[in-house]
């Protein structure tokens, strides 16, 4: 196999897409190897991991998304946020900076017709050899799951926001 770099799909409707993501993206950074992490949701949370993994030093991570798109107020927007973070991720795959690249919420914005998944196979297809990618989110396509490597279906057993419970910083955030 000439290939070197992995293709991961984190996707199904349990928790631990983003998380498991995160997890891969510290171990490949233990191992000294360079890691860029684009989160393409903005939602209103604090994230943690974003502080955490700020601080180190072969990881660069950014967050380029436009919150939820039912909150925006021009109609367009959504649409123009998420194809500023595909240009961005478009560009970290290709400049051969990386080792891995955690594409993390990309399915959703698949999902809302943003960015498609030929575009996506495109950009894989022409990715330096070495680097392996990570994409995330619910509802991943088909057309994805194929490409990949590597697809994993989180399914969700229980959670304990169906029984009320809030989102808990630390754990969800
Ligand atoms: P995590 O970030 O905890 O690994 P995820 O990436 O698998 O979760 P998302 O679909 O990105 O899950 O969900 C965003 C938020 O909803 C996160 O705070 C996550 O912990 C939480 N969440 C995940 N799965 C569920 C579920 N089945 N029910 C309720 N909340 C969930
Ligand atoms: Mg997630």
């Not at 070197?4 to 349990?14: S, W």
């Not at 903005?42 to 700020?54: S, T």
């Not at 180190?56 to 367009?76: C, K």
């Not at 560009?91 to 993390?104: I, Q």
Request: hydrophobic fraction near 40%.
């Amino acid at each position: 196999m000439a290939r070197e770099g992995r293709i991961i799909v984190n996707t199904g409707d349990g928790k631990g897409k983003t998380t498991a993501a995160l997890g891969t993206a510290l171990r490949a950074a233990g191992h000294g190897m360079q890691v860029g992490i684009i989160q393409f949701i903005k939602g209103d949370f604090n994230y943690g991991e974003a502080y955490a993994l700020q601080a180190h030093p072969n990881i660069q991570l950014t967050r380029i998304g436009s919150g939820f798109t039912w909150l925006a107020e021009d109609p367009a927007e959504p649409r123009r946020v998420a194809r500023e973070a595909w240009a961005v991720a478009r560009e970290w795959a290709m400049s051969d900076r990386y080792d891995l690249l955690v594409l993390d919420e990309l399915n959703y914005v698949v999902g809302e017709g943003y960015v498609s998944p030929q575009e996506i196979i495109e950009m894989l297809r022409g990715r330096p050899k070495r680097l392996s990618v990570i994409i995330t989110g619910r509802g991943a396509a088909t057309e994805l799951i194929e490409f990949a490597d590597t697809v994993t279906e989180m399914r969700s057993v229980k959670h304990a926001f169906a029984e009320g419970l809030p989102a808990k910083k630390g754990i969800e955030y």
